[in-house]
């Protein structure tokens, strides 16, 4: 048993549903926690050791130079360390609940190992979890959730074209994260009492981020999503009589700091606010399959762990990063046991005030008819110039001071969550442009009587109200040739929808392409094409195109010098026409998920509708690729009626290999959900071997 863990566990009872979903029993929470982590390690061993090796910086060892970046940026973060931090600081009560899950993973990482055919493939044997493993796993999941990778790209705008352009690519979007939910409250259901649904949207894993699982002991009986290596149900739950879901706030709760560094024989020291001062300093070793160790320097200031440049670099790329587990030791992990416990809203809201990151919009029912929309997590306060760019260490000015309140909301018949400014506006920089948000409450508020089974309909919306700018601007373009005149006709009679059987569509995504291709060479831009020499880690944030694509819109009504709007889109859609494709959108935009181990040989996904801004959200890169690398890791729809009515579905499967791997698959492409299943007559008992 796990340091720190006492109280004895017995064997839970594993059953299965027809989609190999796993519902748990056990006589008491530690047992049940335990069949947990036994259950995940069985169905998931792969995908839970290659993050137990990211989180401690070593999965180049067995995945090779590609993963050298990362496990790089994870000692430097001190992402294990901070874990074992956070760890050490909990409860015993807590402690010892994380420890049974762990205790349960070690007791199963054989048998899942042995299930799994990349251990075989890349040598790999399964390790040995330590009691803060999860914790790491979720600083992993996270670290870089919020994105302050963006303050390092405004510092190169900023640097490359002058302070005055630093919000130039302000687009109020993330391209890392998004999530849609909502709550009707009884008066908008059948059956009159409230429903939530939604799906997050995350980059698009095999096996998936999130692992459906049910959870019941005589203390609680809670059915949801996990994350896999986490024990619990952090993000969203249906316990009978409340349930809970979330989306990303968008807010700002990590910070950049600039750092002078010096060395002093084998030490380093840290120019502050109080002058030159002692930082941690070690050099770690990672080991590389195929390839010589690599050397990494792990420095750590009074403002946090060094994750770019040092003594002997560019001063101007050196920057630290300071962010809450890392400066209070507390990753809110007491939460997760309290809200298997919780019963009612009030119950939802309280464990809530311990939450830490990702910091969340929250929207939470029970059936006695309590509503919750808020905010939870930490939000450090401090200058308002810390939200925007890379600041000096050295100032004091730019400090911590305390902590933001979280707000609160009522919830006045529909309440809509979608990353848009609205109940966290005064915490965040960025947020989602409001297209998905507007278009579900169009869609909830035009219709009643609400079922769960319904919810598909607003999961699986196609329309592209971003879509409306470049048209506008489109229309007005003159000087076409016929083929380009005929083409923007067709284009401003279609009906904006993202549909994978649509030739318009494919042909908006084409026009959309040209112009983000055109704006990223223009002179005005051209001198950002060269990424700042920050850590391979953040390139996502720093490559030109990409952030021109997410953009469009703001950058084309910006004031850029030399821009004749007209022109670039009038060559844009003479391009298109001239190529005349007749491609329909789902020919290219495709399922790709991410993979630790690659298959190169495997084929393309299936055909996908929707797009980054349609509520149906499958993303791709604008101007760079068509194929959807992030989307809805999961949908579902909570009834507080009947929990049995509820339904879910995820892009893949239900385990990481085996039948049960993709069986999800076709239903999640059609937009279908799944019934939960709550009768446990109906579902089988797995017994060992």
């Given at each position: ?5 006492a ?17 748990l ?58 874990a ?154 249906h ?38 001062r ?6 770690e ?88 929309h ?16 890379v600041?000096?260490g ?13 707000p ?117 831009l ?31 009504r ?17 391009e ?39 509520v ?5 890169v ?13 949908r579902?729809?909570w ?38 299943t709550?009768?446990?007559n ?8």
């Amino acid at each position: 048993m796990s340091e720190r863990t006492a109280t004895p566990v017995h064997s839970g009872r594993r059953y299965r549903d027809a989609y190999g979903i796993p519902h748990l029993r056990a006589d008491d929470p530690g047992s049940l926690a335990h069949a947990q982590g036994r259950v995940t390690a069985h169905d998931r061993a792969w995908q839970i050791e290659v993050e137990r090796h990211r989180s401690q910086g070593t999965s180049a060892a067995f995945l090779g130079a590609n993963a050298v970046a990362w496990d790089s940026f994870a000692r430097r973060a001190r992402l294990d360390d901070t874990a074992r931090r956070c760890h050490a600081a909990l409860d015993p009560a807590t402690a010892e609940w994380v420890g049974h899950y762990v205790d349960g993973v070690n007791a199963g990482l054989a048998e899942g190992a042995a299930r799994a055919p990349e251990f075989a493939a890349t040598g790999l044997s399964p390790g040995r979890w330590q009691p803060w493993t999860p914790l790491a796993l979720w600083l992993t999941h996270h670290v870089l959730f919020a994105g302050f990778p963006t303050k390092l790209w405004r510092e190169h705008v900023a640097r490359t074209l002058g302070p005055q352009a630093a919000s130039l690519f302000a687009v109020d979007g993330n391209v890392t994260s998004g999530s849609n939910g909502w709550l009707l409250t009884g008066e908008h259901t059948a059956s009159g009492a409230a429903l939530i649904a939604g799906d997050p949207h995350r980059f698009i894993e095999a096996p998936g981020i999130y692992q459906q699982i049910r959870l019941a002991c005589p203390e609680y009986d809670v059915l949801g999503l996990a994350v896999p290596g986490i024990p619990g149900i952090a993000h969203f739950g249906h316990a009978g009589e409340v349930a809970w879901a979330i989306t990303n706030a968008m807010s700002d709760y990590q910070d950049a700091y600039a750092e002078r560094l010096r060395r002093r024989g084998t030490q380093v020291e840290a120019y502050g606010p109080d002058g030159w001062r002692p930082a941690y300093r070690q050099v770690e070793t990672i080991e590389v399959a195929g390839a010589e160790p690599v050397e990494v320097e792990v420095i750590e200031t009074e403002r946090g762990p060094v994750i770019s440049g040092g003594p002997d670099d560019d001063p101007a790329i050196t920057v630290s990063l300071r962010h809450p587990p890392r400066v209070t030791g507390d990753l809110g992990f007491a939460v997760l046991p309290a809200l298997l416990r919780a019963r009612t809203v009030a119950d939802i809201d309280a464990a809530l005030d311990g939450w830490v990151e990702p910091v969340n919009v929250v929207l939470a029912a029970d059936t006695a008819g309590g509503l919750l929309h808020r905010v939870a997590g930490r939000v450090p306060r401090r200058h308002p110039d810390n939200g925007l760019r890379v600041v000096p260490g050295w100032e004091a000015e730019h400090a911590w001071r305390g902590w933001h309140p979280m707000p609160k909301s009522p919830v006045d018949g529909v309440a809509v969550m979608a990353n848009e400014r609205g109940i966290a506006a005064a915490l965040g920089v960025e947020f989602a442009p409001p297209y998905r948000a507007d278009r579900i409450r169009e869609l909830l508020t035009t219709g009643s009587g609400w079922h769960p089974e319904q919810m598909s309909t607003v999961h699986t919306d196609t329309y592209l109200a971003a879509a409306g700018p470049l048209l506008d601007l489109l229309a007005g373009v003159d000087g076409l040739s016929v083929v380009a005149a005929d083409l923007r006709a067709r284009l401003l009679r279609w009906d904006r929808r993202m549909d994978a059987d649509s030739v318009d569509a494919a042909t908006f995504a084409d026009l959309r392409a040209a112009v983000v291709r055109r704006l990223a060479a223009h002179p005005a831009l051209a001198a950002l094409a060269e990424p700042p020499p920050y850590p391979e880690v953040f390139r996502p944030w720093l490559a030109l195109p990409p952030r021109v694509g997410y953009a469009l819109t703001p950058l084309l009504r910006a004031d850029l010098p030399g821009l004749d709007r007209a022109a670039l889109i009038r060559d844009a859609v003479e391009e298109v026409a001239a190529d005349g494709g007749t491609r329909r959108w789902g020919d290219r935009h495709r399922l790709a998920p991410w993979r630790a181990l690659p298959d190169p040989a495997a084929p393309l996904g299936p055909e996908l509708s929707g797009d980054h801004d349609c509520v149906l959200a499958t993303s791709g890169v604008p101007g760079v690729t068509d194929l959807c690398v992030r989307g809805p890791a999961a949908r579902y729809a909570w009834d507080l009626a009947r929990r049995e009515d509820s339904r879910w579905v995820v892009p893949l499967g239900a385990d990481g290999t085996g039948r049960h791997r993709d069986d999800q698959l076709p239903l999640w492409v059609r937009g279908e959900l799944i019934e939960v299943t709550c009768d446990w007559n109906r579902l089988t008992e797995e017994h060992d071997a």
